[in-house]
């Protein structure tokens, strides 16, 4: 050993493992649409993977929303390697203009693509952190030729020649704290706050029937969960959002390019003239204090005016963030505002785009300094939520053929979306009347799940800032 910057063995370690890194699988974390997405185009190149669910079943964060139902329709929610493999496997597609659950997103997709790939799905392995063998972010010489070192929850580790993070942002949602803080006692009243925007006309019906419901947050999961609300009797229904007035989530009503996301709108605006739901504006979320087997909201405008309001149950509709932790010994070129990359942030930032004004985009805007570590899906937007997961599904082609070194393909990016984004106006109108008014989410379009607005007697039971859906 020799010199201040460590043993040169290391150096001769790493060309060593030079010839053995495209032996290594690519490690894909997350069982998601996109996370298999890329396992299926990783198959279709012969490229040996796995893929970590944290969850005990594929697709464990669109089971928690598996009541909510699609904008979009089944040709827009299937991956273009993934259909191939599957119907070369027998397998029959759903009806193409169909607008699924998220429950047969996975009953009907996702379980069987991962049933493909057999024991290259993990489920139940918790990635926590990602780094270079033998390298910590500072080392530098004979880096890019080190195997990535996954690290899981149970203590195991794999070697990989890449990463590909579709982990998502579903279990990472926003503060109810209007600056981005946690509100003050926000952690003491956590059992009083659904984040996920529940499921109140199923599975958690009694949690708020008849119980005085504060809803925080202007976007679509907050107006559909509004929606889901009012059909509650006896259930009060407070509305609380920061802008001075609610234009802005009322959408386009009878004019919007989304028919089924102007129905969200208009409806919700009746709710709120006839007194159903009683909306307060200009209210930024300070402080939380339980009262009892009750909770009292405080609002501190910059001003420093107060007011508040108790209820009985919060539900926090605030949107969602990345979480990066694991990537904390890579190194990362993130964005300070999105945390999205640097170079993808200007096609996403949703004070400029809408979900339908994003280009195309792929590899080469989702490289980061660490050679062979990609982030994709909605990960990859960081707090914009302008994400489609028809442009995950491109995302995840384009970094596979960068992996295998078809850069040719890798930045031969398109998006091939209807006039009206990815939604079905006439087919959402018609299913409307059979099974629930549509309301778009992550598994067809969007980062927010939204649950279904309206059920049908006969149809069971199927959630800030989204853009289409």
């Given at each position: 050993m020799s010199g201040c910057c460590g043993p040169t063995t290391v150096e001769l370690e790493?060309?060593?493992q030079a010839v053995r890194l495209d032996d290594l699988p690519v490690v894909v974390i997350g069982a998601g649409p996109v996370g298999l997405a890329a396992a299926a185009h990783l198959a279709e190149r012969g490229l040996d993977f796995v893929v970590l669910e944290a969850g005990e079943r594929v697709g464990a964060s669109v089971a928690r929303w598996g009541h909510v139902r699609v904008f979009s329709p089944w040709k827009y929610d299937i991956d273009s390697a993934a259909r191939r493999l599957l119907e070369a496997g027998g397998w029959n597609a759903p009806d193409e203009e169909w607008l699924p659950t998220g429950a047969e997103l996975i009953e009907d997709y996702l379980a069987p693509l991962a049933a493909l790939f057999g024991d290259r799905v993990r489920?139940?392995?918790k990635v926590t952190a990602i780094s270079r063998l033998g390298y910590d972010r500072?080392?530098?010489a004979g880096r890019e030729r080190a195997p990535f070192l996954v690290r899981l929850a149970?203590?195991?580790?794999?070697h990989a020649r890449a990463v590909v993070d579709a982990s998502g942002t579903y279990v990472t949602p926003n503060v109810l704290g209007a600056s981005?803080?946690?509100a003050h006692g926000e952690a003491d009243a956590a059992d009083l706050v659904d984040h996920a925007l529940p499921d109140v006309l199923g599975a958690d019906h009694d949690r708020y029937a008849g119980r005085h419901v504060l809803v925080v947050g202007a976007g679509h999961s907050a107006a559909t969960t509004l929606l889901a609300l009012a059909q509650l009797a006896d259930t009060p229904i407070t509305w609380a959002i920061r802008a001075g007035d609610a234009t802005r989530a009322y959408g386009g009503g009878e004019a919007d390019a989304l028919p089924a996301r102007g129905a969200?709108?208009?409806r919700l605006h009746a709710h709120v003239e006839s007194g159903r739901i009683r909306l307060v504006t200009g209210f930024f979320t300070h402080a939380v204090e339980r009262d009892g087997e009750r909770v009292r909201v405080i609002s501190r405008d910059p001003s420093g005016h107060e007011r508040s309001v108790t209820v009985d149950?919060?539900?926090?509709?605030?949107?969602y963030r990345p979480d990066h932790t694991i990537a904390g010994e890579l190194r990362l070129d993130l964005d300070p505002v999105l945390g999205s990359t640097r170079a993808l942030a200007p096609l996403i930032d949703p004070n400029a785009h809408s979900c339908g004004t994003v280009p195309p985009h792929g590899a080469d805007e989702l490289a980061h300094p660490e050679d062979?570590?990609?982030?994709v899906g909605v990960k990859s937007y960081g707090r914009a939520p302008t994400f489609l997961l028809a442009t995950g599904y491109e995302q995840a082609r384009s970094v596979v053929a960068a992996l295998a070194g078809d850069w040719q393909a890798a930045r031969d990016v398109r998006l091939d979306l209807p006039e009206t984004g990815v939604c079905s106006s006439g087919l959402a109108e018609a299913q409307e009347q059979r099974v629930g008014l549509a309301t778009g989410i992550s598994g067809g379009l969007l980062s927010t799940p939204l649950p279904l607005a309206t059920v049908s007697a006969t149809a069971g039971t199927s959630q800030g800032g989204d853009c289409c859906g």
């Open positions: 790493a060309s060593r489920t139940g392995a500072v080392r530098t149970d203590g195991g580790e794999l981005g803080l946690p969200l709108g208009t149950r919060i539900v926090s509709a605030t949107g062979g570590y990609y982030a």
